[in-house]
């Protein structure tokens, strides 16, 4: 910017330092608020605060490199759907919510409070996710093979078969995709150990195949209709939820993650592959974590006993 005299640009520069966050609040991402909050509050409060207020942190990863002043309820809504954890963490997820909101505006980061709305009410009697922790039956298994020919249903038995979380699933890229390997890279996890390669099982190639050409133009493996990335409440809403009423199903996407894990145990996969695949954190142990490493072909054998007629 040009300005039209020196007292103009001298009072933008006193702007400027009575309120610096202006000039870059505009591409601050989640992670940064919460850097910059965390320098001023953790200072003033306890240790178990501060470790609290960091386990916390850690549900909201896949809001970590969005824009902060992007973000709307639905963003917020979908950690607090996701995360699979009880009441109390809930109420505590929410008020670090509250609080980078609280500095975020007090800075001009944002101009809306939106954790005012999140709804962690519904999960007071129940574990948002201890329905989702329950399998797929076989039967609901074979049902949704007979809509194989359905692009979306496919999408569901790529879950099922690839263990990934559907955050995970609905942002992975093409270019992250090997489809002459049969495999693709989760690059963006909530744990170290999510960062990880996932097999494409022989049965599936199809349906990853097929996803990879319907739309030459989108980045991103999965798509909706007019080919734009799928957000997760826009999924869920719109295609999860009408997709599986229809077949008599009664299960979320998590679910899908769990099966996978079952069937992976079932088939006799050894657990070091199952975390492998999953990306599981905290379950491997520092032998399996340093000195595992696992070619591609042995993932993709262990994803396809599970398909053994």
Request: charge should be positive; glycine fraction near 4%; charged fraction near 25%.
């Amino acid at each position: 910017m040009i300005t039209a005299t020196k007292t103009e640009g001298l009072q933008m520069l006193a702007d400027y330092n009575h309120n610096p966050y202006d000039t870059r609040a505009a591409k601050m991402t989640f992670s940064e608020v919460y850097e910059e909050w965390s320098k001023k509050k953790y200072p003033t409060v306890s240790e178990s605060n501060v470790k609290g207020y960091s386990a916390s942190y850690k549900a909201y990863t896949i809001l970590y490199s969005r824009v902060f002043k992007d973000l709307k309820l639905a963003d917020l809504q979908q950690v607090i759907d996701t995360c699979g954890k009880n009441y109390p963490t809930l109420k505590k997820i929410k008020i670090l919510f509250s609080q980078l909101y609280d500095f975020a505006l007090k800075n001009d980061i944002c101009n809306k409070d939106y954790s005012s709305f999140v709804d962690i009410v519904q999960y007071k009697d129940r574990n948002p996710n201890k329905h989702s922790r329950n399998k797929f039956t076989k039967d609901e298994i074979a049902k949704i093979w007979t809509m194989k020919d359905d692009k979306y249903y496919q999408i569901i038995l790529m879950l099922l078969y690839n263990g990934t979380r559907i955050s995970e699933f609905l942002s992975l890229k093409k270019e992250n995709v090997y489809l002459d390997k049969q495999y693709f890279d989760v690059i963006e996890s909530k744990t170290e150990n999510g960062i990880r390669k996932v097999p494409i099982a022989d049965k599936l190639l199809p349906f990853y195949k097929g996803w990879y050409e319907s739309c030459p133009d989108c980045e991103y493996l999965l798509h909706t209709e007019d080919g734009k990335p799928f957000k997760y409440r826009n999924y869920y809403d719109s295609y999860w939820t009408p997709l599986t009423e229809q077949i008599g199903i009664n299960r979320t996407p998590h679910c899908t993650r769990h099966t996978c894990i079952s069937m992976l145990s079932e088939a006799g996969v050894q657990d070091t592959t199952i975390k492998k695949i999953v990306g599981h954190s905290g379950a491997m142990s520092l032998t399996e974590k340093v000195y595992t490493h696992l070619d591609v072909q042995i993932l993709v054998d262990a994803i396809n006993k599970t398909l053994a007629e």
